[in-house]
């Protein structure tokens, strides 16, 4: 997620929202990753940059323990 002018969003206060929207708990997402901007390619998201921060940064907080 992009930060937007409210301020920020935990993780707790996600969940939060989707238990009072009923939203099925498997479907709840496993951690929040928020960034200050995306990468685009021309002027869409570049969803292959995006994947691949993600998983670099999953495996390096892996690695840490």
Same mark, same amino acid.
């Given at each position: !997620?992009? %930060?937007?002018?409210? #301020? $920020?969003? $935990?993780?707790?206060? !996600? =969940? +939060?929202?989707? /238990?009072?929207? /009923? @939203?099925?708990?498997?479907?709840? %997402?496993?951690? @929040?990753?928020? +960034? $200050?901007?995306? %990468? @685009?390619? #021309?002027? /869409?998201?570049? /969803?292959?940059? =995006?994947?691949? +921060?993600? =998983? #670099?940064?999953?495996?390096? =907080?892996?690695?840490? #323990?």
């Amino acid at each position: !997620m992009t %930060p937007f002018s409210r #301020g $920020s969003l $935990s993780f707790d206060e !996600m =969940v +939060a929202f989707l /238990k009072e929207k /009923k @939203l099925a708990p498997y479907k709840w %997402p496993e951690r @929040l990753e928020l +960034a $200050s901007d995306l %990468p @685009l390619r #021309g002027d /869409k998201i570049d /969803k292959q940059a =995006v994947k691949e +921060a993600i =998983v #670099g940064r999953a495996a390096s =907080v892996e690695q840490a #323990g």
